[in-house]
């Protein structure tokens, strides 16, 4: 997750798409916070990782279908 959303971050800044760099950083963010605890679950309130999973994918499919 930590590897897929840093490319995505990445991305998102290299096309002109800083919606998806900003939900990444955040996904970044959360996965950082639990390694640095050493969990073993992300612990979010109101499913706050799968939200924003969620956004990004929504945000991927509106690109998708834009561009063609």
């Given at each position: 997750?930590?590897?897929?959303?840093?490319?995505?971050?990445?991305?998102?800044?290299?096309?002109?798409?800083?919606?998806?760099?900003e939900i990444s950083s955040k996904i970044m963010?959360?996965?950082?916070?639990?390694?640095?605890?050493?969990?073993?679950?992300?612990?979010?309130?109101?499913?706050?990782?799968?939200?924003?999973?969620?956004?990004?994918?929504q945000r991927c499919q509106q690109i998708t279908?834009?561009?063609?």
């Amino acid at each position: 997750l930590s590897i897929s959303s840093h490319r995505l971050k990445g991305a998102g800044g290299a096309f002109g798409f800083p919606e998806l760099s900003e939900i990444s950083s955040k996904i970044m963010e959360l996965v950082k916070q639990a390694r640095d605890s050493e969990l073993q679950e992300i612990p979010l309130p109101d499913n706050q990782l799968h939200d924003l999973i969620d956004r990004l994918n929504q945000r991927c499919q509106q690109i998708t279908k834009k561009a063609g």
